[in-house]
């Protein structure tokens, strides 16, 4: 007996399921490498993307991001500029004065925002079983988001320390 040692990949055919395999009656031949289809001028041309792999990858850039703009935020804040108790409407208005500080701000909420919905749409996908709850569980935390996006926004960016 010779034992030759093959660089093929054994993947179970879709055959495998039935038991039946390539009919020889060889349980082996249920596990055969299946020729690769080809397109054809009927073979719809995949247009979309992938938005389960981008929607992760943004949690993970979007998780880094935020690390630095929070802890950033926290320091400057509790730390160098004096604590809590020097938080007031003077200190948002002279703070929102510089364009740095709206941006900084408003990179914050939106990632902070982004991030959440894009976590609790997946939760919802995890948890919720019927396709109607999913649709509007999904339908509420995007409504919410959305807003509360946007009213963010017109915070930090019509803020009139003159009122």
Known sequence: MSTE????VVVPSAQAHTGKGLGTGNPADAFVIEPARQRTKKTPRR?????????????RLSG????????GHLLIM?????????IGFAF????????FWQVWDLTML???MLHGANGMRQVINDYA?????????KGLMGTA??????LGTLVIFTFDPNI
Do not use: C, H
């Open 145 to 150: 988001t959305v807003f509360t996006v946007l």
């Open 129 to 137: 079983e019927k396709d109607s709850t999913r649709l509007w569980l």
């Open 78 to 86: 509790l730390v160098l500029d004096g604590g809590v108790s020097k």
């Open 92 to 99: 948002v208005a002279g703070r929102w004065a510089s364009p």
């Open 47 to 59: 247009t979309r993307t992938n938005f389960e792999m981008l929607a992760w990858l943004f949690m």
């Open 5 to 8: 040692i093959s660089d093929a």
């Open 64 to 71: 880094i991001v935020l690390v630095v703009l929070i802890l």
């Open 110 to 112: 939106w990632l902070a």
